[in-house]
């Protein structure tokens, strides 16, 4: 789970990112990722063309889908935020890179880090909470579940103060702050209904690579910034039911899958793996070979 905030939004952030990971939609027969291609017909057009190196397998933030911006961010890799209409309902993100392209990239994957990395802290990735990172005015989360979700509504907030995370990042989120909403779930393809009033809970935002993955593969080198742009980064995230992202805690491919979408994953996972140059443990890489040459 990219790691799961115990306050799903800590201070009221939120952005929007990729809707439905639809990586692998040109390879769709084994139902893995094509499945949940829906949305705003962005099924795989315009993922990167042979997605073949590290720097942009995930796509450089237009990936198959009017809903990126354009726009990279420190970090390695693309981070333009997800426009709010992108595709809900049981898919995975629209910038996860082609199957063919994940396959390659796996080779281009360094090792495990041999050196022991310091004790991972979140705080590492995400000082104070979610990011602004387009400077629209919304925080990442909220940006992503207005993508993931379907059947959105908005908080109305009439106050002139911003809802603010961090005196680094304060932001005006009141027109854009998600009140409820309707998931299918990319890793069940359970139907979650998200009520804020209730609880923040049941949907919550997964980073495709845990925070704690990446920071144990290398990340724990990179700036603060970098570190930054990755915990935002749309194509990294999902809005996924409370109880998926518990299961799968920090866990990488060799360990747990989603029950659908199968493809889809492994081929963001790799992807991005690829577009960050993170290392990967040899059970990984050869979990996601498996997968994907099943795909």
Same mark, same amino acid.
């Given at each position: ?8 939004? &800590? ?7 990729? =809707? ?72 995975? &993100? ?32 995400? &000082? ?64 979650? $209904? ?56 920090? =866990? ?6 989603? =029950? ?25 890489? $050869? ?9």
């Amino acid at each position: 789970m990219g790691l799961f905030w115990p306050d799903d939004e &800590p201070a009221g952030q939120d952005k929007a990112s990729p =809707s439905a990971l639809n990586a692998g939609a040109e390879q769709s027969a084994s139902g893995g990722a094509g499945s949940g291609n829906t949305g705003s017909g962005t099924t795989g057009s315009g993922t990167t063309g042979s997605g073949t190196t590290g720097s942009g397998d995930a796509g450089s933030g237009t990936a198959g889908s009017s809903t990126t911006e354009a726009g990279d961010q420190p970090g390695g890799g693309p981070g333009g935020a997800a426009g709010a209409g992108s595709s809900a309902g049981g898919a995975l &993100p629209a910038d996860g890179g082609t199957i063919a392209g994940a396959l390659a990239a796996l080779d281009t994957l360094p090792p495990a880090p041999g050196a022991k990395a310091p004790s991972y802290e979140r705080e590492a990735f995400l &000082p104070g909470g979610w990011a602004d990172l387009d400077g629209d005015g919304c925080y990442t989360r909220n940006e992503i579940l207005a993508r993931d979700l379907a059947d959105v509504t908005y908080v109305v907030d009439t106050a002139d103060t911003a809802d603010t995370v961090g005196a680094a990042d304060a932001v005006n989120d009141k027109d854009c702050k998600v009140a409820t909403g309707l998931l299918t779930d990319p890793y069940t393809g359970s139907t979650v $209904e998200f009520d804020r009033a209730e609880s923040t809970q049941t949907v919550q935002i997964d980073h495709i690579i845990s925070l704690a993955q990446a920071w144990r593969a290398g990340a724990w080198q990179w700036t603060k910034d970098q570190r930054k742009a990755f915990a935002n980064d749309p194509a990294e995230l999902l809005a996924v039911s409370g109880a998926a992202n518990q299961a799968k805690s920090d =866990s990488g491919p060799a360990d747990w899958l989603p =029950s659908i979408n199968q493809c889809g994953y492994g081929a963001a996972y790799a992807n991005l793996a690829a577009r960050y140059q993170l290392g990967i443990a040899a059970t990984d890489r $050869e979990a996601l070979r498996t997968l994907l040459k099943s795909c």
